[in-house]
């Protein structure tokens, strides 16, 4: 294979992976639109429904590292499709549920599984065959889907349970699934998973790398937890706002569609964000481009915070620059210094196991922040919690050395 050849059959790769991402990480988000019409239809309050996201991502974290383990032994066709199976079911079972635990079993449990089995981890692993050293970009195209699934699904979901009720937008969701299954069985798989010919071979000297790394070896070392715990307490933050996002700007006044889009366009924010910060990376080095994205994900949590004294498109705007560009921005930044650390055969359950912090943190974050809500009957202690926790994701950067570089 030449090298122009293998260039496009990257970039083809990227796109999958992208589009992949797109359509689960964009339906997860889309809970938020969900929300207030499935609690109205059984009048469940705010933490019950909210623990069907915090069973969502729990189980995405908890299924990580099975679905690195699927992928270093049967390769990216099973693990992707199996995932657009599942999505799909769980989504059609979804529309005929009528208690809290069919929800969460479906649209907790089960649909959780779906969205690791289509996204950062087997992703990650594919994109490293291809990108080698420009892992890090590609790796911020692939995480930016979720700003652009959030761009396009969330309005696009208010639309449909405008028109068909949140049951419709289901149905519509749940055989979309199905029906990707089809082109994606038609696919050069043998071919994607090769990888690029053309990969430069790491060069040694570096005494963090051992190809021969195990799961047991890897929780051994002190990088792993530092990466465990950035993934955690950052996802807490972030989760114990965004799946309440909506709900917050329609009681600050905001009718629901235009907060549903308001906050869709946080999908601009996010492909900017995360590119921005990957060419930061590269410019002035990873501690001052991870400093600088949680700035600014500490001031769109300010800015958010203001919201419901002083409901104004500029506050809304600067939330939605700031906070939504940030989401996710440092993903591709750990991803990267996790494969390059416990690179090897078995890098896949290493970082499934790592990234079990995230969705662990997005769980606790989401069902805290549902919990706060209804203790206090307000939003304030959710944020100043969310604030902390974030405060807590930034500490590993300034004070392991091995996440500098």
């Not at 779906?114 to 981890?121: D, F, S």
């Not at 055989?175 to 690029?196: I, N």
């Not at 800015?303 to 440092?330: A, H």
Request: with cysteine; aromatic share 14%; glycine share 12%.
């Amino acid at each position: 294979m030449d090298l122009k050849s293998s260039q496009r059959i990257g970039l083809f790769v990227l796109g999958l992976c992208f589009t992949l991402s797109l359509f689960g990480r964009g339906l997860q988000e889309s809970f938020t639109v969900f929300l207030l019409p499935v609690s109205q239809s059984f009048g469940w309050d705010r933490g019950e429904v909210v623990s069907i996201y915090s069973l969502t991502a729990l189980c995405v974290g908890l299924s990580s590292p099975l679905v690195g383990r699927l992928f270093d032994k049967y390769g990216p066709r099973t693990v992707f499709l199996t995932g657009l199976a599942v999505l799909g079911c769980s989504l059609l079972a979804a529309a005929h549920s009528r208690q809290l635990w069919q929800f969460q079993l479906t649209m907790g449990l089960c649909f959780g599984f779906a969205v690791a089995c289509i996204g950062n981890v087997p992703n990650a692993l594919m994109l490293g065959r291809w990108f080698g050293k420009r892992l890090p970009t590609a790796m911020s195209v692939v995480y930016s889907a979720t700003g652009a699934g959030v761009l396009l699904m969330l309005p696009l979901a208010q639309l449909l349970i405008d028109h068909l009720e949140w049951r419709g937008a289901y149905r519509i969701f749940g055989f979309t699934a199905l029906a990707l299954m089809l082109p994606l069985l038609l696919l050069p798989w043998r071919k994607f998973s090769a990888g690029s010919p053309h990969l430069e071979k790491p060069k040694g000297g570096d005494d963090l790398i051992d190809e021969g790394w195990t799961l047991a070896s890897a929780m051994r070392h002190h990088a792993f937890w530092a990466l465990f715990g950035t993934f955690f307490f950052t996802a807490i933050g972030m989760y114990a706002i965004t799946p309440q996002v909506v709900a917050y700007l329609i009681d600050a006044g905001f009718p629901p569609l235009q907060a549903a889009t308001a906050w869709g366009f946080s999908g601009v924010a996010l492909l900017v964000g995360m590119l921005g910060i990957s060419w930061l990376d590269g410019v002035i080095g990873r501690r001052p481009s991870i400093l600088f994205s949680y700035s600014c994900s500490l001031l769109g949590i300010a800015m958010l915070w203001l919201l419901q004294w002083y409901p104004n498109y500029v506050l809304l705007t600067g939330f939605v620059i700031c906070f939504g560009s940030m989401v996710g921005s440092r993903g591709p930044l750990l991803s990267a210094t996790a494969m390059k650390i416990f690179r090897g055969k078995r890098v896949g359950t290493i970082y499934g196991a790592i990234t079990f912090g995230s969705g662990l943190g997005a769980a606790l974050g989401s069902w805290s922040g549902g919990l706060l809500h209804d203790w206090t009957q307000s939003y304030n202690s959710l944020l100043a919690f969310a604030l902390i926790s974030v405060v807590l994701g930034m500490i590993p950067f300034l004070v392991v050395p091995a996440l500098r570089s």
